[in-house]
């Protein structure tokens, strides 16, 4: 990037600023996201420069840029029941005139970019793409990207009314990249279900409309946004919306330009950067896991494996067969059927579900084993039910070739710490 400074000068005074691209860029976001905390702009500055930025010491470049530059408006909401219980930070006038004269943006933008109120549920939608922002550029180890993404609103992109577009709904964020649309729902967990699958249906019927992606990710709250290490997701809510979305199934598997995600907060920057870049994490699970298994030398255990679809044991079609054998008894046989998991995609989660239930009465001797792809940072697996003889494989970042026992989960509970862990044996 350009290390091009920028002078701003406070009108009626000698004093001025020497502001460095990251600064230009946050306050940008800040246009846009209307106003953000320390934290989250914190985490803006971590994601252009690439490196860890300590939060004390952007408070005191923001506290300095509201008291002598008068860049920024500093609010702190002293209320009892406050959600932010700290600074928030938003754009002066003049920042935004300073903003228009440089470029960085459109020569029509209002300068009245000042919110009064700032809901719970306004400061998740901002965590929500700022953590994205953030897992984006860790993942391409360049700040590059962070000018190519296009994080206004959807109605100031497409610059209509809501009631002159076909997509009857406003999305919480939204995030455009290339040929990527990705729209963000943040649920609050008070609404109902039906609620929500109204929603995914709103977005059915505007996929059906446009030749555009249409990426829909509900992202459901958890304690992740005051960094509570104990942020369990809501994993029942969230059980329960892919369950009732089998009422629109035949549409979201095969509406080609509509995708379906479900993930809580802690997870969301993960699944929707892997979404921006276009991740096939399915691309590897040969080369990371089946390989790596047939591989192994630990143990009395020799894994053979190999891809099919049709099997008589399934209606349905699988992704292939996992045979294990003793080196010291060659006529102990155990078999294994697996597919491909994704733990967040409508679709692979349905299909889960699809071929638990084409299993053929009285054939239940096999297990089928769901293979998840090995991330760096661990994600929860959502089901939309529970199962009995499946069990779920997601090594992370254990070496599959050499660790003394492949350990894996039964399907049996939604809640990922609450399912059983055994040997894949």
């Known amino acids: 990037m350009s290390e091009k400074v920028y002078k701003y000068r406070r009108s009626g005074t000698q004093k001025h600023f020497h502001l460095r691209e990251a600064d230009i860029f946050v306050f940008t976001v800040l246009y846009y996201k209307r106003a953000l905390t320390t934290r989250q702009i914190t985490q803006l500055y971590s994601a252009f420069e690439g490196r860890e930025c300590s939060e004390a010491s952007i408070f005191t470049k923001l506290d300095r840029y509201s008291q002598y530059g008068a860049m920024l408006t500093k609010r702190i909401d002293k209320r009892a029941d406050s959600i932010t219980k700290r600074a928030l930070f938003s754009l002066k006038e003049k920042t935004i005139e300073f903003l228009l004269e440089i470029g960085r943006i459109p020569k029509k933008s209002s300068k009245r970019r000042y919110s009064r109120t700032t809901s719970l549920h306004t400061m998740c939608s901002r965590e929500v793409m700022i953590r994205t922002l953030l897992a984006t550029t860790k993942k391409t180890q360049t700040n590059e990207v962070l000018y190519e993404l296009d994080i206004r609103s959807?109605?100031?992109?497409?610059?209509?009314?809501?009631?002159?577009?076909?997509?009857?709904?406003?999305?919480?964020?939204?995030?455009?990249?290339?040929?990527?649309?990705?729209?963000?729902?943040?649920?609050?967990?008070?609404?109902?279900?039906?609620?929500?699958?109204?929603?995914?249906?709103?977005?059915?019927?505007?996929?059906?409309?446009?030749?555009?992606?249409?990426?829909?990710?509900?992202?459901?709250?958890?304690?992740s946004m005051f960094l509570a290490e104990d942020a369990e997701p809501p994993y029942i809510r969230m059980k329960n919306l892919l369950f009732s979305m089998r009422k629109h199934h035949e549409l979201l598997m095969n509406i080609p330009n509509l995708n379906v995600h479900i993930c809580s907060l802690k997870d969301a920057g993960d699944v929707i950067s892997d979404i921006i870049l276009g991740t096939n994490d399915n691309q590897n699970l040969e080369q990371d896991i089946l390989f790596p298994l047939s591989q192994r030398t630990v143990g009395d255990v020799n894994w053979r494996y190999t891809f099919v679809e049709k099997i008589q044991t399934f209606k349905e079609s699988i992704d292939g067969g996992l045979r294990r054998t003793y080196k010291r008894d060659k006529a102990s046989i155990q078999d294994f059927f697996f597919i491909f998991g994704n733990e967040n995609d409508y679709r692979m989660i349905a299909r889960l579900d699809d071929v638990v239930f084409s299993r053929?009465?009285?054939?239940?001797?096999v297990p089928l084993v769901v293979i998840y792809p090995k991330r760096e940072n661990p994600r929860d697996i959502l089901l939309m039910d529970t199962y009995d003889n499946v069990l779920l494989l997601s090594i992370q970042n254990t070496n599959i070739a050499t660790d003394e026992q492949i350990m894996v989960h039964a399907a049996n509970n939604v809640n990922p710490k609450r399912r059983k862990l055994v040997e894949l044996y």
């Open 154 to 223: 959807f109605y100031q992109k497409k610059n209509i009314k809501i009631e002159d577009n076909q997509l009857a709904l406003i999305p919480d964020e939204h995030i455009s990249y290339q040929d990527k649309n990705i729209h963000i729902e943040m649920d609050m967990c008070k609404e109902t279900n039906s609620i929500l699958v109204e929603k995914v249906e709103k977005y059915i019927e505007y996929a059906k409309k446009t030749n555009e992606d249409v990426t829909v990710v509900f992202v459901m709250y958890d304690k």
């Open 360 to 365: 053929r009465d009285g054939d239940e001797g």
